[in-house]
């Protein structure tokens, strides 16, 4: 069955670096778009970011714009996002996802994704 495996969490200062993967397997991936949702602690899972099947587009949530980028390499069946300047707020289980060819544009709801991996921790301190 499809998988999608998260990397690259950890604990880190507040201002520093992180850089996430996430390694698809068992799907078309180049036909997928991917995005990155997060979830805080006694909170919803929200959406963090995007980008299209080809890399050419993304998008972000208000709260990352500026600080996160969203890439993917389709040779390596991967998605990454890296993260700059974080904030303890930041803090949060990481999920990757992927949405099908069906959808068209941008996904940034839970219910266009298909595919979820099991999260990877993210803890930034103040």
């Known amino acids: 069955q499809v998988q999608l495996v998260e990397s690259g969490g950890g604990l880190v200062q507040a201002g520093g670096s992180l850089r996430l993967s996430c390694a698809a397997s068992?799907?078309?991936?180049?036909?997928?778009?991917m995005g990155w949702f997060r979830q805080a602690p006694g909170k919803e899972r929200e959406f963090v970011a995007f980008?299209?099947?080809?890399?050419?587009?993304?998008y972000y949530a208000d709260s990352v714009k500026g600080r996160f980028t969203i890439s993917r390499d389709n040779a390596k069946n991967t998605v990454y996002l890296q993260m700059n300047s974080l904030k303890p707020e930041d803090t949060a289980v990481y999920y990757c996802?992927?949405?099908?060819?069906?959808?068209?544009?941008?996904?940034?709801?839970?219910?266009?994704?298909?595919?979820w991996g099991q999260g990877t921790q993210v803890t930034v301190s103040s």
């Open positions: 996802a992927a949405s099908p060819p069906r959808r068209v544009g941008v996904s940034r709801y839970e219910y266009e994704y298909d595919y």
């Open positions: 068992r799907l078309t991936f180049s036909s997928y778009g």
């Open positions: 980008v299209s099947r080809s890399g050419g587009n993304t």
